[in-house]
């Protein structure tokens, strides 16, 4: 081997080396440190278990419990605006169920102040009125309380009875999506029970409407129809002055409205 490129192959080698002890040498790069920000909380009135329609609340009921100060919107109750609140709503009804770790709300709560539970689970404007059922008027005790309903009268057709057609009977729908409230004593679903088979429904109504029920009852006999949950609960509109001091009945047969006057 020629000296010349034992000398290149030399300083190569040198050179390699070299480079391989500084590398060595070099310093690790410091570790990059996360910070996590921290999460401002606070603490929000909920359910500790679960609270029926008409349940007077106990203080054993309500816990407070930590959430996230941003997710504590204006509707929840917190602890350091209403340190007392777990007295201030002992003894209150609930007008609507809540389950267990439910933020509780204030308008789903009524203090009834020595009242009964349901003049409080009642909408506002709205009365209470009881009317009698059987398994057979009443969807064989499958309607549970804040179910709605459509309440269809059945009687004599004196038109018919007129005409010499014999005993004929019609039948019309008298209220429509009506809110129950009650069956007999139960205003809830318990123990996971589904069938109520009672012999009184309570129903939420306007004042113009359990005056037509009121009279629909001596007219024949009252039968419940079920709606299904995917429709509209509308809410009842305002009733006018000329309805509340209207004598007559808005019946619907064969989907055609017809006014019937009271004597």
């Known amino acids: 081997m020629k000296p010349a490129r034992i000398i290149v192959l030399g300083v190569a080698l040198l050179a390699g080396g070299l480079a391989f002890m500084l590398s060595g040498r070099a310093p690790e790069p410091a570790p990059v440190q996360v910070v996590k920000p921290a999460i401002e909380t606070t603490e929000v009135l909920t ?22 100060a941003d997710a504590a919107g ?14 201030e709503f002992k003894g209150a009804i609930a007008r609507a169920p809540f389950v267990a770790g439910e933020p509780i709300r204030e308008q789903k709560l009524i203090k009834a102040n020595g009242s009964g539970f349901m003049s409080a689970i009642l909408s506002p404007g709205m009365r209470a009125i009881s009317t009698d059922i059987s398994p057979e008027t009443g969807v064989g005790g499958f ?27 019609t039948s019309e729908t008298i209220l429509r999506n009506v809110r129950v409230l009650a069956i007999d004593q139960t205003v809830q679903e318990k123990d996971g029970q589904k069938v109520v088979v009672g012999k009184t429904a309570t129903l939420e109504l306007t004042p113009r409407q359990t005056e037509t029920l009121a009279l629909s009852r001596q007219r024949g006999t009252l039968s419940l129809a079920l709606r299904s949950l995917t429709e509209n609960k509308s809410v009842p509109k305002p009733e006018t002055e000329d309805e509340r001091n209207s004598g007559s009945v808005n019946f619907v047969r064969y989907g055609v409205n017809s006014v019937q006057t009271i004597k």
């Open 143 to 169: 309607i549970l309380p804040n179910d709605h309903v459509d309440v269809l009268l059945t009687r004599r057709d004196q038109e018919q009875q007129k005409n010499g057609g014999g005993d004929g009977f």
């Open 74 to 87: 204006a509707g929840l109750i917190q602890k350091k605006s209403r340190p007392n609140a777990l007295e």
């Open 47 to 68: 359910a500790k278990s679960e609270i029926g329609l008409g349940k007077a609340v106990q203080a054993g009921d309500l816990a407070w419990q930590v959430w996230p």
